[in-house]
């Protein structure tokens, strides 16, 4: 794991397991933070991690995103070539990313219970959030997706892409894949957490 260091959040994100990361206000509790979150996370895996002892490998300093909440940097790790199994593991775990976040989104009522996270936005208005992330994030990671290309099209251009060789694109790809499944399973436990 590796910290994105803020000037007002720090992230704790698993390197090789996209989707698990968690923000505090200092190291300490970004890992703190990211341990009490592994379980929810085994959940969407649907087996238990392997972790054994965690082992930092280094930090990046965080930006503006970082302290809007949101994991924004990538490190010298990410620009390293991953080999084809490890890279179709990790798309492999987003695509269970997306599962669970639909899955989630089906249980859930249309009205969430209003608070401080998310803006007090409902059910319907997240999905929408996440579906147009998706869609922004595509060039990013060396993919354009049209306008109005519907959800199950979008992801499959994504996925088409993520399995493919490497192209050309501003975001590395092992940075890509956890930061799209980081959104995806983030707003999944803001809709569990606010559906009561």
């Known amino acids: 794991m590796y910290f994105e260091e803020g000037a007002k959040s720090v992230f704790a994100v698993a390197l090789e397991w996209p989707g698990w990361a968690r923000r ?18 085994e959940v969407i895996l649907g087996h238990n991690l392997p972790i054994g002892p965690i082992t930092v490998i280094g930090s990046v300093e965080g930006n503006a995103t970082t ?13 390293k070539t991953i080999t084809t199994n490890e890279r179709l593991r990790q798309v492999e ?7 669970y976040f639909d899955l989630v989104v089906k249980g859930a009522p249309r009205t969430l219970a209003k608070g401080p996270r ?3 936005r409902d059910r319907d208005e997240i999905v929408d959030h996440v579906r147009e992330t998706e869609r922004a994030y595509g060039p990013k ?9 519907p959800w199950p ?3 499959s251009l994504l996925l088409e892409h993520l399995c493919a060789r490497h192209h050309a694109q501003s ?9 799209l499944a980081w959104h995806l399973v983030d707003h999944a436990w803001e809709i569990e957490d606010k559906s009561g």
Do not use: K
């Open 24 to 41: 505090s206000s200092s190291r300490d509790r970004a890992l703190e933070e990211l341990l009490n979150y592994q379980v929810r996370y």
């Open 171 to 179: 975001w590395p790809l092992p940075h890509g894949i956890r930061r």
């Open 141 to 149: 990671m060396g993919v354009r997706i049209p306008p109005r290309t």
């Open 153 to 155: 099209d979008q992801r």
């Open 93 to 99: 775990i987003l695509e269970r990313c997306w599962r």
């Open 67 to 79: 302290d809007f909440g949101a994991p924004g940097v990538f490190g010298d790790w990410d620009e």
């Open 118 to 120: 998310g803006g007090g």
